[in-house]
């Protein structure tokens, strides 16, 4: 999952992007309003963590204009300001969720999480594919009952794969959701952790889940094909 932090003072940044990228996010960081919005023009974020007091459009105005412009992308607002009026704001200006400073970085996950279960429609902590289980708060994957060792970037990409089951997801839409802002489109990386995640869920099972379908993307199905595209 891409999230997209907005915050001006970097140490602050650079703390919360590493611990969201310690979590498995992707994470892309702009340091003021009219960067935000550029970002969020060119890139298709699952979440963004709005700072309300930004240099230059704040993050209100950042808000009201993502709402007017269609984005239906949710919002997680963050600020030291601590007043109900502020919160009303906040949230009156589309913001999905609230957090003031200073606050824990256990509690930013956690609401992060909740929003992003609740995406189109509400999603359970675990996700099940066939006998593939994903525990979203533990990140433990199971399939058969035994576990799988992953990498974080393997997690985030079985999460995302798994999110969107029995859809061809293509290249892009993984590079969008899966990677940040670094990632070089014509690299072969994506076809790498492909293989990789198809050796570690697949091999040692008769019934195999994670599917190519050429020149369009993967599947991640528990439909009854019995070997890749």
């Given amino acids: 999952m891409r999230i997209l932090l907005v915050e001006d003072e970097p140490a602050a940044a650079q703390m919360v992007a590493k611990g969201l990228r310690e979590h498995t996010f992707a994470v892309d960081v702009a340091n003021d309003g009219e960067a935000a919005l550029y970002q969020a023009s060119i890139n298709d974020y699952d979440l963004i963590l709005l700072d309300l007091n930004l240099p230059g459009k704040d993050g209100l105005e950042v808000c009201t204009e993502l709402r007017a412009s269609g984005s239906t992308v949710p919002v997680l607002m963050l600020t030291a300001r601590d007043a109900v009026q502020d919160r009303i704001a906040g949230l009156d200006t589309g913001a999905d969720d609230y957090l003031t400073k200073p606050y824990a970085f256990n509690e930013l ?27 979203q708060k533990a990140h433990i994957v199971r399939r058969a009952g035994s576990v799988i060792d992953l990498t974080a970037k393997e997690y985030a ?20 959701h899966v990677w940040d802002e670094n990632f070089d489109p014509f690299s072969n990386l994506i076809e790498v952790y492909i293989q990789r995640l198809r050796r570690k869920i697949d091999d ?12 369009e993307g993967y599947v991640l199905s528990s439909g009854e094909e019995k070997s890749n595209v």
């Fill in 204 to 215: 040692n099972y008769p019934t195999k889940l994670l599917r190519t379908r050429r020149g």
């Fill in 109 to 135: 996950l956690a609401r992060v999480r909740a929003i992003l279960r609740r995406g189109p429609a509400l999603t359970a902590d675990t996700i099940e594919v066939a006998d593939l289980v994903i525990d």
């Fill in 157 to 176: 990409l079985l999460e995302y794969l798994m999110r969107r089951a029995d859809e061809v997801v293509g290249r892009a839409a993984i590079a969008e």
